[in-house]
Nanobody
Framework: QVQLVESGGDSVQAGGSLRLSCVAS????????LGWFRQAPGQELKGIAGLYITTHDTHYPDSTKGRFTISQDSARNTLYLQMNSLTPEDTGTYYC???????????????????????WGQGTQVIVSS
């Protein structure tokens, strides 16, 4: 089992920045697929950043490309999401997720699909006001 704990959510003004963190613990050996997801009020959960550790491949949808950066500090077992130029549309609960290499085949790339992930954090809330 893997446990994920997010932090860093806050209320900010439009145009501001935030950095979210996700600390992983438990049986994290071999995990190479990590992602950040967002659930905006009244909307479904969507992938906003993906990371494939083996090749450092990253993947973003158009809504976050150029503004958000996913990164990892393996020594600290921590996943980050740097968010710049925030807009009210970025408001929501943010979740980190990890793909279990013992349950699934290696994708070989960073995925933004929620069904590709097995472990989830409890979420951290971001509110962006105009």
């Amino acid at each position: 089992q893997v446990q994920l704990v997010e932090s860093g959510g806050d209320s900010v003004q439009a145009g501001g920045s935030l950095r979210l963190s996700c600390v992983a613990s438990g049986n994290t050996d071999g995990i190479v697929g990590l992602g950040w997801f967002r659930q905006a009020p009244g909307q479904e959960l969507k992938g906003i950043a993906g990371l494939y550790i083996t090749t450092h491949d990253t993947h973003y949808p158009d809504s976050t490309k150029g503004r958000f950066t996913i990164s990892q500090d393996s020594a600290r077992n921590t996943l980050y999401l740097q968010m710049n130029s925030l807009t009210p549309e970025d408001t929501g609960t943010y979740y980190c997720a990890a793909r279990d290499p013992r349950r699934r085949l290696d994708l070989g790339y960073a995925s933004l699909q929620r069904h590709e992930y097995d472990y989830w954090g409890q979420g951290t809330q971001v509110i962006v006001s105009s």
